[in-house]
Protein backbone atom coordinates (compact mmCIF):
# COMPACT_ATOMS: atom_id res chain seq x y z
CA UNK A 1 0.00 0.00 0.00
CA UNK A 2 2.57 2.69 -0.79
CA UNK A 3 0.14 4.48 -2.56
CA UNK A 4 -1.24 5.65 0.82
CA UNK A 5 1.55 6.68 2.15
CA UNK A 6 1.16 10.25 1.26
CA UNK A 7 -2.27 10.90 1.92
CA UNK A 8 -0.99 10.28 5.18
CA UNK A 9 1.23 12.51 5.40
CA UNK A 10 -0.85 14.80 4.00
CA UNK A 11 -3.66 14.65 6.80
CA UNK A 12 -0.63 14.71 9.98
CA UNK A 13 0.35 17.67 8.40
CA UNK A 14 -3.37 18.76 8.26
CA UNK A 15 -3.49 17.84 11.95
CA UNK A 16 -1.09 19.99 12.98
CA UNK A 17 -1.70 22.50 11.36
CA UNK A 18 -5.29 22.74 12.83
CA UNK A 19 -3.87 22.64 16.04
CA UNK A 20 -1.76 25.56 15.29
CA UNK A 21 -4.72 27.59 14.78
CA UNK A 22 -6.61 26.07 17.83
CA UNK A 23 -4.03 27.96 20.08
CA UNK A 24 -6.40 31.14 20.71
CA UNK A 25 -3.72 32.61 23.04
CA UNK A 26 -1.35 33.19 20.66
CA UNK A 27 -2.91 35.83 18.74
CA UNK A 28 -1.67 38.80 20.83
CA UNK A 29 1.67 37.08 21.38
CA UNK A 30 3.61 39.91 19.43
CA UNK A 31 1.78 42.87 20.52
CA UNK A 32 0.10 43.58 17.45
CA UNK A 33 -3.31 45.58 17.74
CA UNK A 34 -4.08 46.04 14.35
CA UNK A 35 -7.82 46.37 13.19
CA UNK A 36 -10.09 47.16 10.42
CA UNK A 37 -12.22 49.26 12.46
CA UNK A 38 -13.89 52.37 11.85
CA UNK A 39 -11.87 53.87 14.76
CA UNK A 40 -8.91 53.79 12.03
CA UNK A 41 -7.22 57.08 12.69
CA UNK A 42 -3.84 58.11 10.38
CA UNK A 43 -1.27 59.26 11.30
CA UNK A 44 -0.87 63.55 11.80
CA UNK A 45 -1.11 65.11 8.82
CA UNK A 46 1.64 66.92 10.21
CA UNK A 47 4.46 64.79 9.63
CA UNK A 48 5.55 67.08 6.48
CA UNK A 49 4.59 70.18 7.82
CA UNK A 50 6.88 70.27 9.91
CA UNK A 51 9.71 71.07 7.00
CA UNK A 52 7.08 72.59 4.69
CA UNK A 53 9.92 75.29 4.15
CA UNK A 54 12.59 73.02 3.45
CA UNK A 55 10.27 70.85 1.22
CA UNK A 56 8.83 74.34 -0.47
CA UNK A 57 12.76 74.71 -1.41
CA UNK A 58 13.41 71.44 -2.56
CA UNK A 59 10.84 71.82 -5.33
CA UNK A 60 11.20 74.32 -6.27
CA UNK A 61 14.56 73.44 -6.93
CA UNK A 62 13.97 70.90 -8.42
CA UNK A 63 12.03 72.26 -11.32
CA UNK A 64 14.66 74.84 -11.72
CA UNK A 65 17.04 72.06 -12.71
CA UNK A 66 14.14 70.41 -15.02
CA UNK A 67 13.43 74.05 -16.52
CA UNK A 68 17.35 73.77 -17.02
CA UNK A 69 17.53 70.65 -18.77
CA UNK A 70 14.48 71.36 -20.91
CA UNK A 71 11.90 69.04 -19.36
CA UNK A 72 8.77 71.51 -19.00
CA UNK A 73 6.42 68.95 -17.89
CA UNK A 74 8.71 67.73 -14.98
CA UNK A 75 9.38 71.32 -14.01
CA UNK A 76 5.61 71.93 -13.87
CA UNK A 77 4.98 68.83 -12.21
CA UNK A 78 7.67 69.59 -9.93
CA UNK A 79 6.55 73.60 -9.35
CA UNK A 80 3.08 71.97 -8.32
CA UNK A 81 4.28 70.36 -5.11
CA UNK A 82 6.37 73.85 -4.72
CA UNK A 83 3.28 75.86 -4.45
CA UNK A 84 1.51 72.85 -2.35
CA UNK A 85 4.17 73.23 0.17
CA UNK A 86 3.68 76.96 -0.11
CA UNK A 87 0.04 76.83 0.83
CA UNK A 88 0.73 74.63 3.61
CA UNK A 89 3.09 77.37 5.25
CA UNK A 90 0.54 79.99 4.72
CA UNK A 91 -2.15 78.11 6.39
CA UNK A 92 0.37 77.23 8.96
CA UNK A 93 0.94 81.49 9.48
CA UNK A 94 -2.68 81.83 9.26
CA UNK A 95 -2.69 79.14 12.40
CA UNK A 96 -0.45 80.97 14.52
CA UNK A 97 -1.49 84.51 14.07
CA UNK A 98 -5.43 83.54 15.11
CA UNK A 99 -3.60 81.61 18.04
CA UNK A 100 -1.54 84.95 18.76
CA UNK A 101 -4.81 86.89 18.38
CA UNK A 102 -6.78 84.51 20.81
CA UNK A 103 -4.39 84.90 23.28
CA UNK A 104 -4.09 88.72 23.45
CA UNK A 105 -8.09 88.60 23.71
CA UNK A 106 -7.50 86.26 26.46
CA UNK A 107 -4.98 88.48 27.90
CA UNK A 108 -7.02 91.79 27.27
CA UNK A 109 -10.10 90.36 29.16
CA UNK A 110 -8.47 89.46 32.33
CA UNK A 111 -6.73 92.80 32.66
CA UNK A 112 -10.45 94.15 31.99
CA UNK A 113 -11.37 91.56 34.87
CA UNK A 114 -8.76 92.74 37.09
CA UNK A 115 -9.61 96.42 36.71
CA UNK A 116 -13.23 96.12 37.15
CA UNK A 117 -12.67 94.04 40.06
CA UNK A 118 -10.20 96.76 41.68
CA UNK A 119 -12.95 99.49 40.88
CA UNK A 120 -15.63 97.03 42.45
CA UNK A 121 -13.08 96.74 45.70
CA UNK A 122 -12.29 100.65 46.14
CA UNK A 123 -16.31 101.46 45.40
CA UNK A 124 -16.85 98.88 48.51
CA UNK A 125 -14.63 100.41 50.52
CA UNK A 126 -15.46 103.84 50.05
CA UNK A 127 -19.18 102.82 51.24
CA UNK A 128 -18.28 100.79 54.08
CA UNK A 129 -15.87 103.80 55.37
CA UNK A 130 -18.69 105.98 55.00
Known amino acids: MVTFRNNNRRNNFR ?32 R ?18 ALSTGDKILSENYFQHADHFKRILNDQEEIKKARSNNLADTVEKKIELTDSLEKNDKTLADKSLS
Not at 49 to 61: E, I
Open 15 to 46: RSDRNFKSNVGDKNKFGSNFSNSDNFQRKSSG
Open 48 to 65: NNLNASKLHDKYNNLARE
